[in-house]
């Protein structure tokens, strides 16, 4: 058990709809991470947080967006979904904020786009 | 953009056996990481790499970071069924507030008993 957490697991919805996935670092971790992973893509970095503020930008759509909250917790929000964004979404989090860092991943939401 | 060459794309070995892989880049690296993914789970860090030349073990694998900074390998010795799974390198570039971290594609393992 990584310690983070990750809701929900599995999400299925239509194209074009919006959704949210919430991420609940380690306690004790300041930056949480989102990442994207689909079988011809591999696993690519989206967006880092650290402490409420954004700190890094990855590959992430225009159409996807985050937030981290005072209690450190994350959303990553993904709207005008293409059968495209079907993947699993991963947090990560982590003590510090740079990337060296030991990143601690959750478990994952599986989004299903039909 | 910076690419991680991984290799091999997989593996399939006798229990027991050792096993070796690695990741290559044009790019310079400040931290190479090496991660084991199990089926329906995330990513689990194995070892971390923070200086060019650093050899560091974890039980039974070992990974170094190469010293011209554009490589890191992964070994694992004695393998046992437990090490099934896809084992991802990492490497982070950049310096604060532009870092990126960069993902190989992965070399699956599958072991026979």
């Known amino acids: 058990d990584s310690g983070v957490t990750q809701t929900p697991k599995h999400l299925i919805t239509a194209t074009g709809q919006r959704v949210t996935l919430r991420c609940s670092p380690r306690?004790?971790?300041?930056?949480v991470y989102w990442y994207q992973q689909s079988l011809d893509q591999g696993l690519q970095f989206l967006i880092q947080?650290?402490?409420?503020?954004?700190?890094a930008k990855g590959n992430i759509l225009e159409r996807f967006s985050a937030q981290q909250f005072p209690d450190l917790h994350s959303e990553l929000n993904l709207s005008s979904l293409e059968l495209g964004d079907s993947a699993l979404y991963f947090c990560?989090?982590?003590?510090?904020?740079?990337?060296?860092?030991?990143?601690?991943f959750g478990d994952g939401t599986r989004l299903s786009i039909l | 953009g910076q690419q991680l060459n991984q290799s091999p794309q997989s593996m399939f070995i006798q229990e027991g056996e050792d096993v070796s892989m690695n990741c290559t880049s044009s790019?310079?690296?400040?931290?190479w990481l090496w991660y084991k993914q199990e089926p329906g789970e995330g990513p689990v860090l194995l070892i971390a790499?923070?200086?060019?030349?650093e050899l560091t073990s974890n039980g039974r694998l070992t990974a170094q970071f190469g010293i011209t900074r554009k490589d890191s390998f992964l070994n694992i010795s004695a393998s046992i069924p437990s090490d099934v799974g896809i084992y991802f390198c990492?490497?982070?570039?950049?310096?604060?507030?532009?870092?990126?971290?960069?993902f190989g594609q992965g070399t699956r393992l599958t072991i026979n008993p």
């Open positions: 990560a989090s982590s003590v510090g904020q740079g990337f060296g860092q030991p990143q601690h």
């Open positions: 947080y650290y402490n409420g503020e954004e700190r």
């Open positions: 990492a490497g982070q570039l950049g310096i604060q507030g532009a870092q990126k971290l960069v």
């Open positions: 306690s004790g971790d300041l930056s």
């Open positions: 790019s310079i690296f400040n931290t």
């Open positions: 790499l923070y200086k060019a030349g």
